[in-house]
């Protein structure tokens, strides 16, 4: 099993409540990431369903998420849980995130924080390769955020 928390924040200059709404754009909020993909509201601001499908090194996953809002406080926090397998490769991911807005002077604070957990064959990859990935899908959140949220 490898595990890891995270924890990115950037301030932009737009209020917190004109952020909420890009937020909770699910379509919007979910074409941040790259490897997501299909992602179908079942209960608005509560449950979804996604893909996540990558590479990592010989392996080509491709996991089915079901993606849960365990928590929410408009217009300031939304805490997810997405869990999902890929038979094929036999290997599961969990991810618990929260995207969190604080008012600042300048306009407001986001935070990203949370932790993923990657069990089965594509864990045998190693912790430093799969953080690596991990890094790199969270800048891509990061910097997609700060576009569209500037």
């Known amino acids: ?74 217009p300031s926090s939304i805490t997810i849980r997405a869990d999902g397998e890929d038979r094929q490769v036999g290997s599961r991911i969990t991810v618990d995130a929260t995207l969190g807005l604080q008012p600042v002077d300048s306009g407001c604070s986001v935070s990203i924080t949370g932790r993923y957990e990657v069990t089965g064959r594509v864990a045998t990859m190693g912790a430093s390769t799969i953080r690596q990935k991990a890094d790199k899908i969270l800048q891509e959140f990061t910097e997609a955020a700060k576009r569209d949220l500037e």
């Open 1 to 74: 099993m490898v595990a890891e928390n995270f924890d990115h924040r950037f301030d932009v200059g737009r209020s917190d409540v004109d952020c909420w709404e890009t937020l909770v754009d699910v379509a919007r909020v979910s074409s941040w990431v790259s490897v997501v993909s299909d992602v179908t509201e079942h209960d608005h601001l509560a449950r979804y369903s996604a893909v996540l499908e990558d590479r990592l090194g010989p392996f080509k996953l491709k996991a089915d998420l079901d993606v849960s809002v365990t928590s929410l406080t408009e």
